[in-house]
């Protein structure tokens, strides 16, 4: 006997990212197509239901409203979006409506900032969770019950399921299909897709790296501007001690105070960069890009990037690289 189609809410509102909802969807949908049965329903929802306006200006059209959804759910998610549509979900009835559909639904989600409406409903309270790498530090200070894991692509802590930014909610559902109906379906989505069905290495490969420069006071900030403008040239601790003006004990006191990380780590952070940008717009060789981004040696850049990266430089450019830019 065939089982019935899961019903999955995918739940926006004004404001909402529109790939949040929309890159779920696609997921599902395929699922049900390579799958060959009707595995899901996906339904799009919203709190009071009709138009969604997008932050983009996107409106996607006939969404049930809450109150409307059928009791049996299988899986919520929320998408993320902007300030005031997340402020708004907030302050509404909709946090009361997650906390009782809690008690009935086998899994509840979210995708980018959508974690903030599960935070704010108290579900994610004693658990783990993960959200877009640039709003991390805003949702431990918002809801510091909740732990928070700034480089996960998505977290898993059944029965609450949350996503890194934005396309970060497919490599979710992808994982959900895979639960649901095996390796193979999901596999064949994330094909269709374009997509790995695991993404290598976390989020924060995708960041513009730590924020050093805006941390720190005048003193040190054009200095940090300079490394970051041209991390190639000798750069070791008695050298940027003595462009700051300071002994090498001073400076790395000073240094990890005002920005919260060694000398060391912000030029290797500053050198990793430099890195990723020959690979995404270069074809040079890994030995070429070692020496223009300062690491000296392929052997630095390879442990850089399994380091802070968790993948090779060389799965970096595959995933990344684009048309090259010549010598």
């Known amino acids: 006997m065939t089982s019935p189609p899961r019903k999955i809410a995918l739940v926006g509102y004004p ?38 306006r997008c932050n983009s200006g996107l409106q996607l059209a006939g969404a049930v409203a809450l109150r409307d959804l059928p009791d049996s759910l299988d899986t919520i998610l929320i998408g993320g979006g902007d300030e005031a549509g997340l402020e708004a979900m907030r302050e509404s009835d909709v946090l009361a409506w997650l906390a009782d559909r809690a008690t009935t639904t086998r899994r509840i989600g979210s995708v980018c900032s959508g974690a903030f409406v599960l935070a704010a409903a108290g579900l994610l309270d004693g658990r783990r969770a993960t959200t877009h790498w640039e709003v991390c530090e805003e949702l431990r200070a918002f809801r510091p019950e909740v732990t928070v894991e700034p480089d996960a692509i998505f977290v898993a802590d059944p029965p609450f399921y949350t996503s890194a930014g934005v396309t970060a909610g497919i490599d979710l559902c ?4 895979e639960a649901d109906c095996g390796p ?46 041209d991390p190639s040239g000798e750069l070791a601790l008695p050298a940027l001690a003595d462009r700051a003006g300071m002994t090498e004990r001073t400076f790395v006191r000073i240094f990890k105070k005002e920005t919260g990380i060694t000398p060391a780590a912000f030029v290797e952070i500053a050198r990793l960069n430099r890195a990723k940008a020959f690979l995404e717009t270069s074809d040079w060789p890994l030995a070429r890009v070692a020496d223009r981004a300062g690491f000296g040696s392929l052997d630095g850049l390879h442990r850089a990037f399994q380091k802070r990266c968790g993948i090779t430089p060389g799965d970096y450019r595959e995933r990344f690289g684009r048309a090259p830019m010549g010598a």
């Open 15 to 52: 404001g909402v990212q529109s790939l949040d909802l929309s890159g779920p969807l696609e997921v599902f949908s395929m699922a049900n197509r390579f799958g060959g049965v009707e595995a899901y329903e996906p339904i799009l929802a919203s709190p009071r239901g009709g138009v969604i």
């Open 184 to 229: 193979e379906v999901a596999l064949a989505v994330a094909r269709n897709l374009v997509l790995f069905i695991r993404r290598p290495g976390g989020q924060t490969q995708y960041s513009s790296g730590l924020n050093v420069q805006g941390a720190a006071t005048p003193r040190l900030r054009m200095l940090i501007a300079e490394v970051n403008d």
């Open 174 to 177: 992808l994982s959900l299909v």
